[in-house]
Antibody, heavy 118, light 107 residues
Framework: QVQLVQSGAEVKKPGASVKVSCKAS????????ISWVRQAPGQGLEWMGW????????NYAQKLQGRVTMTTDTSTSTAYMELRSLRSDDTAVYYC???????????WGQGTLVTVSS | EIVLTQSPGTLSLSPGERATLSCRAS???????LAWYQQKPGQAPRLLIY???SRATGIPDRFSGSGSGTDFTLTISRLEPEDFAVYYC????????FGGGTKVEIK
């Protein structure tokens, strides 16, 4: 069965960076991409970007350009999302999800809470 | 960027009733690249509908989607207790965006 398992919760200070991992299993990793979506406490969903696990092509949300980097490691079927220069409003649950480019997100990770606080 | 506006913000209904949720786009959504997700507290979203009207794997047929262009609807024909949740629409074209969500609560 398809599973996406994310790394554990993080607490970071403003200005720091965080790197969240997402390990995929149950399907051919390079046949899909991974999208990243975040959700601030009590708020809605925000699309952050997408990476192709086949060739590493990325598409980032404009508001995060320059602060976010998405990568994959095909040897371990793991996707990573790094967010730099963290601010308090980056506090959110971060989700990875499997999807094709221009496709819906059909399987989701369990979410990783990132708290940014001094 | 395509802005998706969901209405109503909250829908108060009883089990067995019909729920109709709306998602309006600021510009036409290409090729009906419109999905609906359900999210319960403390859980990740779950894909319900894609391509505006196709049910995802394992989704009961009481969930249906319709619409095209800028106006889309998610209908739950008869609410079951487990359907009370928040529902989001998403357009997944070149720069995906989500709507703000509709909470379906027990009346």
């Amino acid at each position: 069965q398809v599973q996406l398992v994310q790394s554990g919760a993080e607490v970071k200070k403003p200005g720091a960076s965080v790197k969240v991992s997402c390990k995929a299993s149950g399907y051919t990793f390079t046949s899909y991409g991974i999208s990243w979506v975040r959700q601030a406490p009590g708020q809605g969903l925000e699309w952050m970007g997408w990476i192709s696990a086949y060739n590493g092509n990325t598409n980032y949300a404009q508001k995060l350009q320059g602060r976010v980097t998405m990568t994959t490691d095909t040897s371990t079927s793991t996707a990573y999302m790094e967010l730099r220069s963290l601010r308090s409003d980056d506090t959110a649950v971060y989700y990875c999800a499997r999807c094709l480019w221009s496709g819906p997100s059909d399987y989701w990770g369990q979410g990783t809470l990132v708290t940014v606080s001094s | 960027e395509i802005v998706l506006t969901q209405s109503p913000g909250t829908l108060s209904l009883s089990p067995g009733e019909r729920a109709t949720l709306s998602c309006r786009a600021s510009q036409s959504v290409s090729s009906s690249y419109l999905a609906w997700y359900q999210q319960k507290p403390g859980q990740a979203p779950r894909l319900l509908i894609y391509g505006a009207s196709s049910r995802a794997t394992g989704i009961p047929d009481r969930f249906s989607g319709s619409g095209s262009g800028t106006d889309f609807t998610l209908t739950i024909s008869r609410l079951e207790p487990e359907d009370f949740a928040v529902y989001y629409c998403q357009q997944y074209g070149s720069s995906p965006t989500f709507g703000g969500g509709t909470k379906v609560e027990i009346k």
